[in-house]
């Protein structure tokens, strides 16, 4: 197992004794959400966790879910999630954060949003001081509007490239059938609060994958002395 993976590990089975049962919880995206959602389904086998509702953030966490018979419930079911545990591409000392590497940030928001808690499980290299200095924020949008949202980004000084699909011919078509720009800013991102509302606010735009004030603790793994180990960081605001 390389290193990074082996942060990912440890970080997504400490996450776990966070889950109590009888939980409904928010199931994330993404390799290190994966790898919780696999640690999850053993505590469930072994009846350490008992009557754990899943709700799913997207297609894989849905489809891995059922692969490990972890119980699901729809979104729209549900009124409030417990807890929600997932992953993310860059997180700043505010624990603000972007999201969307995976593509899914449109449902890992709206289930972000309905967790009375969200758990951030991440491995020490998405830890930055400032937000999209490297990494370009995703933005889903309509088909059909991809080119004026791009050309209205350009108008804000940010570069927005389609995301293209790697074993598809054409672009990364999203779980709600909508395409990708991933966007970076001259600068980067000075005011995360401000420009989530300004690009949520172009025609054309469904959501991006900044998440502000919504992460209220995270996890982050790192290798010390060859060994994998967790530690979570206090909030600087
Ligand atoms: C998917 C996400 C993922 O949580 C994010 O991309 C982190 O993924 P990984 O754990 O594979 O690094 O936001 O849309």
Redesign the pocket.
């Known amino acids: 197992m390389d290193s990074q993976t082996q942060m990912?590990q440890v970080v997504a089975d400490v996450a776990i004794k966070e889950v109590k049962s009888d939980m409904i919880l928010g199931l994330?995206?993404?390799?290190?959400?994966a790898l919780m959602i696999k640690s999850l389904a053993d505590q469930i086998r072994l009846g350490k966790l008992q009557n754990i509702k899943g709700v799913a953030t997207?297609f894989q966490s849905e489809v891995l879910a059922l692969e490990l018979d972890i119980p699901l419930i729809d979104l729209a079911s549900v009124s409030q999630i417990d807890l929600a545990i997932?992953?993310?591409?860059e997180v700043d000392p505010g624990f603000q954060l972007i999201?969307?590497?995976?593509?899914?940030?449109v449902r890992?928001k709206l289930v972000a949003s309905k967790a009375d808690q969200l758990l951030i499980v991440?491995d020490e290299t998405?830890l930055v001081q400032n937000l999209n200095q490297s990494f370009p924020l995703?933005v889903e949008v309509l088909p059909n509007a991809w080119k004026q949202v791009q050309e209205m980004i350009l108008e804000m000084n940010g570069s927005a490239s389609l995301r293209m699909a790697t074993k598809k011919a054409g672009p990364v078509v999203t779980d709600q059938g909508n395409l990708i720009l991933d966007v970076l800013f001259d600068d980067g991102i000075k005011n995360p609060k401000v420009m989530e509302m300004t690009i949520n606010n172009i025609p054309g735009v469904l959501e991006n994958?900044l998440f502000v004030d919504l992460a209220d603790k995270v996890l982050v793994g790192k290798i010390e002395n060859n060994t994998p180990v967790v530690y979570s960081p206090p909030r600087v605001s």
């Open positions: 990912k994330g995206s993404g390799s290190t959400a997207s997932d992953g993310a591409d999201k969307g590497g995976g593509a899914c940030h890992e991440v998405k995703p994958g």
